[in-house]
């Protein structure tokens, strides 16, 4: 169930594999505190470069596939690669947004919608596999209005300042819902 839990409560074999995950469950709900208090900076701050929007972003994907990596480790079978495609993906996504700060916004938002789009299929893949799971249907919900804010990220909207910040602090937001979800969810395993 959880964005970098390998080690979610779905794919856990055995009660022992369940109280080892769940001793970590604390590292899960702090990196979701992170992420939003990422996101309700980026929704408090005036920024108004496409320099900071793109460093702002830059950090954002470099974080999320860090995340993604460090979840490598705890992930089982086909899951180890997903988790690692999808850490490279962002960190590659991360590296762009920093070696041309100044680009347009439409580089950014075309960034963004491949962020949104990858995240989302990730989060829709996860959710289906692991139906009958407890809360299963809210990382299915997150995948689906990721995907969409993707599309809408494609789409010629003015590039206007705003809506890249609010892609961005949706991406935040969502990755700390995820990741609070989680936290509880391995804290509950560890507890059955």
Known sequence: MSDLGAAAPSRVRTRGEAREASQFWWVYLLLGAGWL??????????????????????IAMLAAGAAELFSVFGASGGWKVAHALIGLAFVVIGVIAFAHPGDTFSALAGVMSFYFIIKGFFDLALSLASIGAELWWLRLLVGIGEILLGF??????????????????????????????????LRSAGDG
Request: glycine residues 8%; without cysteine.
């Open 37 to 58: 208090l990422f996101a309700i900076i980026i929704f408090r701050f005036d920024w108004t470069s496409v320099s900071s929007i793109s460093i702002l972003f830059g």
């Open 152 to 185: 809408w990220a494609a789409g010629d909207f003015g590039h206007k300042t705003v809506l890249l910040l609010v892609w961005i602090g949706a991406a935040a937001l969502t990755r700390g819902i995820m990741d609070i979800v989680a936290a509880f969810s």
